[in-house]
């Protein structure tokens, strides 16, 4: 399995609408459900600087190709791209274990 780390800023307009607490629940309730329809992607951890607000997500996918075909889809572009300032950052790894599955390699 493979474990992504994806980072990113928010552009300015974006950072401010999801300031309101239930912008921001509902947005990512839409991000929640439609992860779950990816074909590869076991999970996905959300995740938010307090500070900056900066956005980030650690994925587990099946392989690598699962991922490399989420990067090039609709999905991928309007919950990351679409929002993001500039690039993002994103750091590719072997998943080796977990605390459910135990040692994976």
């Known amino acids: 399995m493979i474990a992504a ?3 990113f800023e928010l552009k300015d307009e974006v950072r401010k609408q999801l300031a309101d607490i239930d ?11 439609g ?21 980030g997500a650690m994925l587990i996918w099946e392989k690598q190709e699962d991922f490399d075909a989420y990067l090039k889809s609709t999905a991928y572009k309007t919950t990351v791209l679409d929002i993001c300032k500039g690039e993002p950052s994103i750091e590719t790894y072997i998943h080796t274990a977990n605390l459910t599955d135990g040692v994976l390699i």
């Open 5 to 7: 780390i994806v980072k």
């Open 23 to 33: 912008v921001a629940r509902k947005h990512i309730q839409q991000v929640v459900e």
């Open 35 to 55: 992860c779950r329809k990816i074909p590869g992607l076991r999970e996905k951890f959300f995740l938010m600087d307090p500070e900056t607000s900066a956005q």
